[in-house]
């Protein structure tokens, strides 16, 4: 699973979170007061017994999540376990 900690002094800051859980786990919250931040954390337990067309599938909804950001004009940080494989 993920999970996102935020110290409770700047949970103030936490504007709005959602959890997505496909064949990938993702957490996404977005903070901050003048400068916006979308956090995201993501999982795929798959790694080597994924098919290309849900490694496809898993990095379009996470290029997706992160252009998302980008239009609403807030910076995003990315950071999790990607289990990928380079071929």
């Known amino acids: 699973g993920v999970a996102i900690a935020v110290k409770e002094e700047y ?9 997505i859980q496909e064949i990938e786990e993702s957490i996404w919250i977005t903070m901050g007061t003048k400068t916006k931040y ?10 080597d017994g994924a098919t ?3 490694m496809d599938d898993m990095y379009r909804r996470l290029e997706d999540e992160i252009s998302q950001g980008k239009s609403k ?15």
Not at 38 to 47: A, D, I, L, R
Not at 77 to 87: K, L, P, Q, T
């Open 38 to 47: 979308n956090v995201g954390v993501w999982y795929n337990p798959k790694g």
């Open 11 to 19: 949970m103030k800051y936490v504007i709005e979170g959602n959890k």
């Open 52 to 54: 290309c067309k849900e």
């Open 73 to 87: 004009d807030k910076k995003t940080i990315v950071m999790g376990d990607f289990n990928c494989r380079v071929e």
